[in-house]
């Protein structure tokens, strides 16, 4: 029962690359959601999947899309990376009482 | 206006000290759920507790409690006789429903607490 994953665990892009995280669960969660962390913010929804199916806009959406592929998989892209985008991304799911499953995260840094 | 409001940023104890980590949070719903998180310096987010709106309970479990009280809209977390392990960032959470019926998360930034051996 591996939880949540997560790849890759490191990423190095250059302003204006793409790259896609990828995030998948094995706990038959129906919601599914993306997070960022920077320091001193803590941690700021990106988008979330309530449902396979559906995706909807969290706090800081702008820059990132995403695809709820099935109900295991849900990744995140970047369209044009921006050194703005430097952070460690988590992906977690959520159970029916609300708790949080996450991923080991992504570092990733744009130069 | 912060939802979730972690005011000490970071504490630093010495072992065997006890530690109140605070939460203050913020909401017009009467259903919504609060929740603590442990990140260790390994960087993995660890679930620790839920807790309803209905639930005013205290918990205890082990060298950590829990003080809800919903008069002051505060979730406080204590550690009793603080070892080194717990060592950590720790994340104060507020769920609330939005239109549809999901309950989404908003967190605190953390309060970064360093125990010393």
């Known amino acids: 029962n591996a939880g949540v994953t997560q790849t890759p665990k490191f990423q190095v892009l250059k302003t204006g690359q793409s790259m896609t995280l990828q995030c998948a669960q094995d706990m038959n969660h129906n919601s599914m959601y993306w997070y960022r962390q920077d320091p001193g913010m803590g941690l700021r929804l990106i988008y979330y999947s309530a449902s396979e199916g559906t995706t909807d806009k969290g706090e800081v959406p702008n820059g990132y899309n995403v695809s709820r592929l099935n109900k295991r998989e849900f990744s995140l892209r970047l369209e044009s990376a921006a050194p703005s985008q430097t952070s460690v991304y988590f992906c977690?799911?959520?159970?029916?009482?609300?708790?949080?499953?996450f991923g080991p995260g992504t570092r990733l840094t744009v130069t | 206006a912060q939802k979730v409001t972690q005011a000490q940023t970071e504490i630093s104890v010495v072992e065997k000290e006890d530690v109140t980590l605070d939460c203050v949070y913020e909401?017009?719903?009467?259903?919504?759920?609060l929740f603590w998180y442990k990140q260790p310096p390994s960087g993995e987010l660890v679930f620790l507790i839920r807790r309803n709106s209905f639930d005013e309970q205290n918990e205890i479990s082990g060298r950590y409690s829990w003080n809800f009280q919903k008069s002051t809209s505060s979730f406080n977390f204590t550690i009793t006789a603080s070892q080194v392990v717990d060592s950590a960032v720790y994340f104060c959470a507020l769920s609330e429903a939005i239109s549809g019926g999901s309950y989404i998360p908003t967190f605190g930034r953390g309060t970064s607490l360093i125990v010393h051996p």
């Open positions: 977690a799911s959520q159970r029916q009482d609300y708790e949080q499953y």
């Open positions: 909401t017009r719903d009467t259903t919504y759920y």
